[in-house]
């Protein structure tokens, strides 16, 4: 298994409902972070979640780390059809530099 | 300020071609990191440079590919003879110097490769 393992794999919604998105890691960490990726784009950076927060928000995100679990979730409330895209959690395992990503969860979100 | 740029968006080549990706950091970052993403997969780390030197090359195949920075200009990832598993997004990340390297890195949009 790789760091940084999101689930589910795909999740499919109606607009205004919110998606929720789990990542679980291995080893020890300083920070969390999640990215989206539209289709055929680059990666815009959402949030980052250190290790000693428990939660975090950001405009409709919202950001959950439980250390001891060694998972974190995403939400995403009152979704949008813009919303649309890939999420990526990604952590640095043992490295100061090397982000190790999962492969993401691919959220639709239908109009 | 504008952000991590890389060129080409896409490129096309045949196998046994070279391909030249460029990537530009962010203003005032002196850190760029290469990443490989494999359709339908997560980004996997390549290597991490700094000006004029390369600090950390362990996810690059050990042939044909190889990675700069120079003094001046852009990061260039070079691959030699490209074979059809060559295939895949290249995105190049930039960061700002400093003593904490495990901050967020900043994505450019990626070059997608097609080895016809």
């Known amino acids: 298994s790789q760091q940084g393992e999101e689930d589910p794999q795909a999740l499919s919604i109606q607009e205004g409902e919110n998606a929720t998105m789990n990542c679980s890691y291995k080893t020890s960490i300083n920070n969390l972070q999640w990215y989206r990726q539209n289709s055929g784009r680059g990666l815009v950076h959402l949030i980052l979640?250190?290790?000693?927060?428990r939660e975090k928000h950001s405009g409709r995100l919202r950001v959950t780390l439980d250390t001891s679990k060694k998972s974190s979730s995403l939400l995403i409330t009152a979704s949008r059809a813009a919303d649309t895209a890939s999420y990526f959690c990604a952590t640095f395992g043992g490295s100061n530099y090397k982000l190790t990503f999962g492969k993401g969860t691919l959220l639709t979100v239908n109009p | 300020n504008a952000g991590v740029m890389q060129n080409p968006r896409h490129l096309v080549r045949r196998r046994g071609q070279e391909a030249r990706l460029r990537c530009s950091p962010m203003k005032g970052h002196s850190h760029v990191y290469w990443y490989r993403q494999l359709p339908e997969e997560g980004l996997k780390f390549m290597v991490y440079l700094q000006k004029e030197n390369i600090i950390d090359e362990s996810g690059m195949p050990k042939e044909r590919f190889s990675a700069e920075f120079p003094k001046e200009g852009p990061s260039i990832l070079r691959i030699q003879q490209v074979v059809r598993g060559d295939s895949a997004a290249y995105f190049c990340?930039?960061?700002?110097?400093?003593?904490?390297?495990?901050?967020?890195?900043?994505f450019g949009p990626g070059t997608r490769l097609l080895v016809l």
């Open positions: 990340a930039s960061s700002p110097p400093g003593n904490s390297l495990q901050e967020t890195q900043y």
């Open positions: 979640i250190r290790s000693n927060e």
